[in-house]
């Protein structure tokens, strides 16, 4: 096999990998938009779906041949690992015949988003992993691992032709409620020559993705819902069901209803059979507050119905909110329609902030920090990464004991030589026959 790494190897997000086998076939594992420009800001509102003509002159969309809408499809499949943008925000741009493959959950967060979130499109041909089994993808045995990670149903991809295995991580952790999963690969290892491994984490300072586990995040939650007597609100992503687990229980055990918004109870219901533990709309101790913007998306994509099952089971309205703050914890996006809620109540101050994202996220200017200021009140940072430590790459780096580490997904590639033994750096857009570096290391 040929392995070009197209984006990715020296930065985190825009992952886009190709193999190219003996035979000529083509697969791209991952097509992700980088998560910041190249000068370090934020992209333009609607960057990831202007026209691929356009993306592909600046570069956004790495030049592949016979992979856009274009040409003639000359790559057999985009197979991705997860539903983060990084890995998947640009795949609605490949050719509308090149099948875009992925897990149930990766597949059901990504139709989600196009309903809710600006700049999402799901690519036009999608094919669902089957559970558990390897698939003939073009010409490549590709078995699709589960992982725990912050994106839900999360997969690293083990690729096999020409007698060679590459495993790529996706992106992974050990520390997840479904952390277990990253125990069952270090007792069953996929034999692989090369291991394409994330490395988000190496090179930063510990702590800088927040506590150690998930578990500490839903302890320090239950604390602090037993404890303030007002509103908590919990600033989160949707798509981290963990968080929303973790939130789910310590409001159960401290009595409180948890509130959540209709994006987020149609992503639970999207997921629910993934697992029973998701709560729905329709369980015990939730509640969905309306927001007009919300609402409207589900009348523009005829899901209105699904609203109104969502109101008669669970809907709380402002004035029970202002009746009884201490009664709640509201899970929310940081937004305007947010802060114009918590400004409806009558002591606004007595509102305990949680932000439940990457602690660098709350610098910059947004809805809840400006509330935040306004009011008084000092945030809490209540978070843990979605990214194996150091500590855990190094245990599966051993348990894999591939020829060879490829570093990818990482601002600090060079530092892979001091963690792991038998390091090759693959630099973007330099292909490389895997038989070479097979020999050599
Ligand atoms: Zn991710």
Redesign the pocket.
């Known amino acids: 096999m040929r392995l070009t790494i197209h984006r990715g190897s020296r930065e985190i997000g825009g992952s886009c990998v190709e193999l190219a086998a003996s035979t000529g076939g083509r697969i791209l594992l991952d097509l992700g938009m980088p998560l910041v420009q190249p000068d370090g800001s934020d992209w333009p509102r609607g960057t990831a779906t202007r026209p691929t003509e356009e993306l592909l002159q600046e570069g956004i969309l790495p030049d592949i041949p016979g992979l856009y809408g274009d040409t003639n499809p000359q790559v057999s499949a985009v197979v991705l690992s997860?539903a983060?943008l990084?890995?998947y925000g640009l795949s609605h741009h490949v050719h509308p015949d090149i099948p875009v493959w992925g897990s149930a959950g990766t597949l059901a967060v990504l139709w989600a988003s196009e309903v809710f979130l600006p700049d999402v499109k799901a690519p036009t041909l999608v094919r669902e992993f089957p559970s558990g089994e390897q698939v003939d993808i073009g010409g490549f045995m590709v078995t699709a691992l589960p992982v725990d990670?912050?994106?839900p149903d999360?997969r690293a991809l083990l690729v096999e032709a020409d007698g060679q295995a590459v495993l790529y991580s996706?992106?992974l952790r050990a520390h997840g409620h479904a952390g277990h999963l990253f125990d069952d690969l270090l007792d069953n290892p996929p034999t692989a020559d090369v291991l394409l491994l994330e490395g988000t984490v190496v090179g930063q300072a510990p702590g800088s993705h927040g506590y150690p586990r998930e578990a500490d995040v839903e302890r320090e939650f239950t604390e602090l819902l037993g404890s303030h007597s007002g509103l908590v609100v919990v600033v989160a992503s949707g798509q981290n069901v963990d968080r929303v687990v973790s939130l789910y229980r310590a409001a159960q055990k401290t009595g409180r209803e948890l509130i959540i918004d209709p994006y987020q109870a149609y992503v639970l219901r999207a997921l629910a059979g993934l697992s029973s533990g998701l709560p729905q709309f329709d369980w015990p101790g939730i509640r969905v507050k309306f927001f007009h913007r919300q609402v409207a998306r589900l009348k523009e994509t005829d899901q209105f119905p699904l609203a109104c099952r969502m109101s008669r089971a669970a809907k709380v309205t402002t004035e029970q909110l202002v009746a009884q703050p201490e009664r709640f914890v509201l899970a929310a996006r940081s937004s305007i329609p947010t802060v114009n809620l918590l400004n409806r109540l009558h002591e606004p101050s007595r509102t305990a902030v949680v932000w439940s994202l990457w602690k660098g996220y709350w610098s910059r200017p947004n809805p809840l920090r400006s509330f935040c200021e306004t009011h008084g009140i000092d945030p809490l940072f209540i978070h843990t990464g979605?990214?194996a430590s150091q500590e855990d790459l190094q245990r599966l780096a051993a348990a894999v004991a591939p020829r060879a580490v490829v570093p990818i997904h990482t601002q600090h590639a060079a530092r892979f030589d001091d963690l792991f033994s038998r390091v090759m750096q693959v630099p973007d857009g330099a292909p490389v026959e895997i038989s070479e570096f097979v020999a050599s290391g």
């Open positions: 997860h983060h990084d890995h990670h912050a994106a999360s996706g992106d979605g990214h």
